[in-house]
């Protein structure tokens, strides 16, 4: 699936956003520069020297004039780019081959490990005397080189990211050392110093953001609009509090009688769920609602199909008639005209899917709504 690119490219330090707006996702590319990247190598034949502005980065068991020595490299990358609140799913790790290095290349069984560093340390000051600690937590394994000029591209460090991530307070970047650092063995990859920016340090974190759920909302007497502004949310459900339930983004719901409600958002997309639940209060008087209640009749409810409506207290007048769904949608409007006789009106509602609807009567004395049942 193609990536939409929504950010550019900046020299010396990589930052590449790619979107994935079907799948909720974002990829972020991290690849700095000699400016702002932070790599060092330590060693132990070497053991106060620092190695910070080294345009390579080894990991070694070696002889040096006839001494033995062990490498480690130690490189981070900046993860406050992460937005708060991100479901990390992958990570990967990409160390390029040093074709510059003057030395014959990756060598031995080279198996290594990736390691989460614990402590502080400083690009410019570090050595192999004051190296920091790490922990075997979670790290990847490379198994050995192929090729004496292998890229090890797509490393896969989610478990070590999501450590990072997880506790910032303990996490400094990645010491890389070979598993058993006996001579003779190596991996020379590029530094974030080295005069070719395709060869730095990359690492490439997919992650989604959890959606967070809110909502307002509007009354219309007992017929209450709703308004979503989640954000990053793809699909929604309403607890009305009243036994209702809807899945639009903006529904409208009508309350057959007043009180105080609950009224829960949930929403959804590919990284998790949010709720969101707000009180709502339905008063809606109607001056005549008793006159309503001893001249009207609705009925058979619960009904199969044909619900009759009979005014037989009311003299002459006009009757409003309307439908509404349990969501608040109004399904037809009639009006009728009660006058002699014709107190009584017959619904044919046989069109309709069985459900909960609400019958409103309205006119210039009365306003009556009734919930109804069609079987």
Known sequence: MKNLKVSIIVIPFVFLLLSNPLLSQDTIVLQPGAIDGKDAMVRSFMPNKNWGDNESLFAAAW?????????????SFDLSVIPDSSNISNASLSLFYDPNCGHEGHG?????????????????????????????QSQAFLPASSSSTQDYVDIDVTDLVLDMINDPENSYG????????VEYRSLIFASSDHPN??????????????????????????????????????SWFWDFGDGFFS????????????????????????????????S???????????????????????????????FSEIRDDKVLIELISYTGKSLFKKEFAIYGNNKNTELDLSNYDSGVYFIRLTNNSFNKTQKIVIQ
């Open 63 to 75: 002889t040096y004039n006839g001494d033995f020595g062990i490498t480690r490299p130690l490189f």
């Open 108 to 136: 031995g069984s080279n198996e290594s490990y990736l390691s989460r560093i614990t402590n502080p340390w400083e690009e410019n000051t570090t050595t192999w005397n004051t190296q920091p600690s790490f922990t075997t």
């Open 174 to 181: 990645f010491i890389l050392r070979h598993v058993d650092e």
């Open 197 to 234: 920016e395709s060869l730095h340090p990359r690492l490439e974190i997919t992650f989604c953001q959890t959606p967070i759920a809110q909502y307002t909302f509007e009354p219309n007497n007992n017929l209450i609009h709703f308004f979503d502004y989640s954000v990053d949310a793809s």
């Open 247 to 278: 899945n639009l983004q903006n529904p409208e719901h009508y309350y057959a009688e007043n009180g105080n409600y609950e009224v829960c958002l949930t929403v959804n997309n590919d990284c998790g769920s949010d709720i969101f639940c707000d």
């Open 280 to 310: 709502l209060s339905v008063y809606y008087t109607s001056t005549s609602s008793k006159y309503a209640e001893n001249m009207v009749r609705i009925y058979p409810n619960p009904g199969n199909g044909s619900i009759n409506i009979s």
